[in-house]
């Protein structure tokens, strides 16, 4: 038994967590806060807390609302230029993943030279160490599928590129997850984000780096879905489910540091690194079903299979196969069980291409997977995938 853990971040977890920022030890005195180019941080008043609060604290702000659902290396560096210009001492990411891990980035190229994909290890980036520590971060999360408000980890696109990066000193000094603020996430939406936090917690599982403290978070959080991710999709006002799938989630993330993703990740990067337009959440769910299969026809898996569908609701389960199958049926009571590559412009003949970007760009995913997969299998799984 040996496993590493190590989480620098405060969790200010529960229903009005965001009214007590005002109180907190704040890392700085001038904020950048780094939302999204779309308009609902404003739209739902959220934007308008925060400011209220920073007020509050005597903290100055600054705003950076251009970030996009797959977040580019493009805004990373415009956000980086207008920190230092305007004299920021620590960076806000407020809303979803995209824009906490553009926050992050942010803060390494805020006190950084260079380009961002100068410290990136995979595809194109130059693997450099970052030479200076990051601004300090904090995350206040309004979704529950990426887990980045409690792991170090990053995102981000550059051309083609779409590769995740981190490292101890990329993790949020503070993160304030209130499922108060996830209540207007919409139900298509709810569902890709948590479809997204249960493979961070069952790719986590069948990693071989897994070790007992990872598989704690990971089976509570597959769990906690299992149970009421399904809620939060048909009622999204179900305070408990959303707290359900709040708490799996920010689980999930402590998962992707104390053990991680595996290859399921890689391929879809390449597929919303070709689509952009494909939300990360529903490109996951669109091959998890093939993934797993080929995870469970391998015969690594089996007993960790099992648990995975048990913890998922299967009670009976007794095949790695049963968990195909509960995934499944979750994926039906989500109404996430038609979504088409199709729908996106994904087409066949782009298969051996995603590929070979996928082994490129986060071949590392590949190497803690628990079978081998191939180019080959690759291609094999988005075919038997793609409708």
Not at 37 to 48: D, I, R
Not at 276 to 295: C, Q, R, V
């Amino acid at each position: 038994m040996s496993f590493d853990f190590y989480l620098p971040t405060r969790i200010l977890f529960g229903k009005g967590k965001l009214n007590e920022l005002s109180r907190q030890n704040l890392p700085g005195k001038k904020a950048l806060i780094v939302t999204s180019a779309g308009p609902s941080m404003k739209k739902y008043g959220y934007l308008a807390r925060l400011e209220e609060q920073l007020d509050k604290a005597n903290v100055e702000h600054v705003l950076f609302d251009k970030i996009l659902p797959n977040p580019i290396v493009e805004h990373v560096m415009e956000g980086a230029a207008l920190a230092k210009e305007r004299g920021c001492d620590f960076v806000i990411g407020l809303g979803g993943g995209s824009s906490i891990d553009s926050a992050k980035a942010i803060a390494v190229m805020a006190t950084n030279k260079g380009h961002y994909w100068d410290y990136i290890p995979g595809g194109s980036g130059k693997g450099q160490p970052v030479q200076s520590d990051p601004l300090p971060i904090v995350a206040i999360t309004t979704t529950a599928g990426t887990g980045t408000e409690a792991d170090p980890w990053t995102v981000i696109t550059n051309g083609k590129e779409k590769i995740g990066f981190g490292y101890e000193k990329t993790f949020p000094t503070l993160s304030i997850v209130d499922p108060e603020l996830m209540m207007t996430v919409p139900p298509h939406l709810t569902a890709y984000q948590g479809f997204d936090a249960l493979f961070h917690s069952t790719e986590g599982y069948l990693n071989i780096t897994a070790n007992e403290m990872s598989d704690l978070f990971a089976l509570k959080s597959i769990s906690l879905l299992g149970k009421s991710l399904p809620a939060a999709v048909a009622d999204g006002s179900n305070e408990a489910a959303r707290a359900d799938v709040a708490l799996a989630n920010t689980f999930a993330g402590i998962v992707e540091f104390t053990s991680g993703c595996i290859s399921e990740h890689s391929i879809e990067h390449a597929l919303s690194a070709f689509h952009p337009e494909l939300p990360h959440g529903a490109g996951l769910i669109m091959i998890s079903k093939a993934y797993y299969t080929f995870i469970a026809k391998s015969g690594t898996s089996d007993e960790r299979m099992v648990k995975m569908a048990k913890a998922l609701g299967k009670k009976d389960a007794s095949d790695p196969m049963d968990f195909v199958e509960a995934l499944h049926e979750l994926q039906v009571q989500c109404g996430v069980d038609s979504l088409k590559m199709s729908d996106y412009g994904i087409k066949p003949e782009e298969f051996e291409d995603l590929a070979t970007n996928a082994l490129e760009t986060m071949g590392g995913l590949f190497e803690v997977d628990p079978c081998k997969i191939t180019h080959a299998d690759i291609v094999q799984i988005l075919r038997d995938s793609y409708r």
